[in-house]
C-alpha cells in the first residue's frame, strides 16, 4: 500500500539553524509528493511540491528533492526563523479508481528559539 | 487557489449528541475530502464527498457514524453522530483544486466530554 514515513519530532533548533526534517514513501507507481505546514491553530498549507523523480519543490527558503532511487522526500532549510514553528506534514498523491487521495505522514513539529 | 471557510472552528460537546461541521468554498469543486486528526496523530481520510452521489467512506469509516451531504458544487457537511471522548479530534475539510494541488479548511478542534 502507499506510506509515508517521516522523523518523529519534537525538533528544536536555534534560530539560524539548518533543518532536515526526513521523509521517505511507500507506493505503487509515481505518486507526487508535498510538504504542508500547519501553524498553532491555523489549517494545513501546501509549502511545497514535486510531481515526479528529481523534480525540486521549493518556498519560502524550504526545499524537497522527489528522490525515486531512496524513495525520500527531505524537506530543508538553510536558516530557521522562529516564524517557522510549526508542524510539517510530509504527503504522497495518489490515484485510486476515479479518485485522487492524499496520504500523510505523521508530523513533525518544529520549534525555532532564539 | 479556492478558499474554505469551515465552522465551527471548535466545541465541546456531551458524549452521545451530534455535532455537523460545515465547509463552504467560494468555487465550484468536484471533490471534497474529509479528515480526522487525532490528537498528535496525523491526517486521516474519513470520506470523499461528491456533488450529487453518496460519499465514498474509507476503511474503518461508516456512514451511519459520519454522515456526510453535499448539496452543491459549494458546500459540505459532515455530522460525527452519536460521539464518543473517542471522537475527540480535529476535523477538516479539503477540495482539490488544479492539478495535484489540495487546499484545507481551517479545521473544527472537537472535544468530547
Known amino acids: 500500500g502507499n506510506s509515508v514515513t517521516q522523523m518523529e519530532g519534537p525538533v528544536t533548533l536555534s534560530e539560524e539553524a539548518f533543518l532536515t526534517i526526513n521523509c521517505t514513501y511507500t507506493?505503487?507507481?509515481?505518486?507526487?509528493l508535498f510538504w504542508y505546514v500547519q501553524y498553532p491553530g491555523e489549517g494545513l498549507q501546501l509549502l511545497l511540491k514535486?510531481?515526479?523523480?528529481?523534480d525540486k519543490g521549493s518556498n519560502k527558503g524550504f526545499e524537497a528533492t522527489y528522490r525515486k532511487e531512496t524513495t525520500s522526500f527531505h524537506l530543508e532549510k538553510g536558516s530557521v526563523q522562529v516564524s517557522d514553528s510549526a508542524v510539517y506534514f510530509c504527503?504522497?498523491?495518489?490515484?485510486?479508481?476515479?479518485?485522487?487521495?492524499?496520504?500523510f505522514g505523521t508530523g513533525t513539529r518544529l520549534q525555532v528559539t532564539l | 487557489s479556492a478558499v474554505i471557510s469551515q465552522k465551527p472552528s471548535r466545541d465541546i460537546c456531551q458524549r452521545g449528541t451530534s455535532l455537523t461541521i460545515q465547509c463552504q468554498v467560494d468555487?465550484?469543486?468536484?471533490?471534497m475530502f474529509w479528515y480526522r486528526q487525532q490528537p498528535g496523530q496525523s491526517l486521516t481520510l474519513i470520506a470523499t464527498?461528491?456533488?450529487?452521489?453518496?460519499?465514498?467512506?474509507e476503511s474503518g469509516f461508516v456512514i451511519d457514524k459520519f454522515p456526510i451531504s453535499r448539496p452543491n458544487l459549494t458546500f459540505s457537511t459532515l455530522t460525527v453522530s452519536n460521539m464518543s471522548p473517542e471522537d475527540s479530534s480535529i476535523y477538516l475539510c479539503?477540495?482539490?483544486?488544479?492539478?495535484?494541488?489540495?487546499?484545507f479548511g481551517s479545521g473544527t478542534r472537537l472535544t468530547v466530554v
Open positions: 479539503s477540495v482539490a483544486t488544479g492539478t495535484y494541488g489540495y487546499t
Open positions: 507506493a505503487t507507481g509515481y505518486p507526487s
Open positions: 514535486a510531481t515526479k523523480a528529481d
Open positions: 504527503a504522497l498523491n495518489y490515484i485510486t479508481g476515479t479518485a485522487s487521495k492524499l496520504t
Open positions: 468555487s465550484q469543486v468536484t471533490m
Open positions: 464527498a461528491n456533488q450529487g452521489s453518496e460519499a465514498t467512506y
